[in-house]
């Protein structure tokens, strides 16, 4: 009776220790260190997994089916292409080689770190598509300053993949 009284103490022990993950503090927010498969993530805004996550492939494939107005809850991994250099407010994540997901994060309540260029980053909240029309595509290039010629072949309007993150681990 002993021996089953102290295994079942000594499991229990174990088993609360495992759910402990180490904390640090980084530009005022919480991080927390997390192992899978032998990679270590930092975690920042809501706490999430690595469990199911889409590949980049996988997700560039959803976006293709999606239409302007349509948003899907979902979870993919990538790595990030470019980062905000003044805060880390948003990130864009390769989806192949030359197209990538403008990811930002929900109500600006986190960033990720400045050097997060070409690191592995899994983000998980919701994908949609935006366009923006011609008529906007040309006065932006009026306002940087191209030329009549530069403008006037700005004829289809710009879809761009867009994310809203609600948690995303990054590789360390």
């Known amino acids: ?6 295994l079942s103490l000594a499991i229990s022990l174990f088993s609360c220790k495992e759910g402990d993950a180490t904390k640090q503090q980084e530009n005022s927010q919480t991080v927390v260190a997390t192992k899978t ?12 997994t690595s469990a199911d996550a889409l590949t ?17 809850a979902v979870k993919f ?14 990130m864009r994540l390769k ?3 030359s197209l990538t997901s403008f990811v930002r994060f929900k ?9 997060s260029d070409n690191r592995e980053a899994i983000v998980e909240g ?11 595509l040309q006065h932006y290039a009026k306002d940087a300053g ?13 879809r761009e993949y867009a994310f809203m993150a609600e948690g995303v681990l990054m590789e360390e």
Do not use: H, R
């Open 77 to 90: 991994i990538a790595q990030v292409d470019k980062v905000c250099k003044k805060k880390g407010c948003w």
């Open 146 to 158: 191209k030329t009549q010629e530069e403008i006037a072949e700005i004829t289809k309007p710009k």
């Open 1 to 6: 009776m002993k021996k089953i009284l102290l």
């Open 95 to 97: 989806l192949d080689d």
């Open 56 to 72: 980049n492939a996988e997700m560039k494939a959803k976006f293709d089916k999606m239409q302007v107005g349509d948003t899907l």
């Open 107 to 115: 109500d600006y309540e986190f960033f990720v770190p400045l050097n």
């Open 126 to 136: 919701k994908a949609y598509i935006t366009e923006t029309s011609v008529e906007e």
């Open 37 to 48: 498969t032998e990679k270590s993530y930092a975690s920042f805004g809501k706490k999430i």
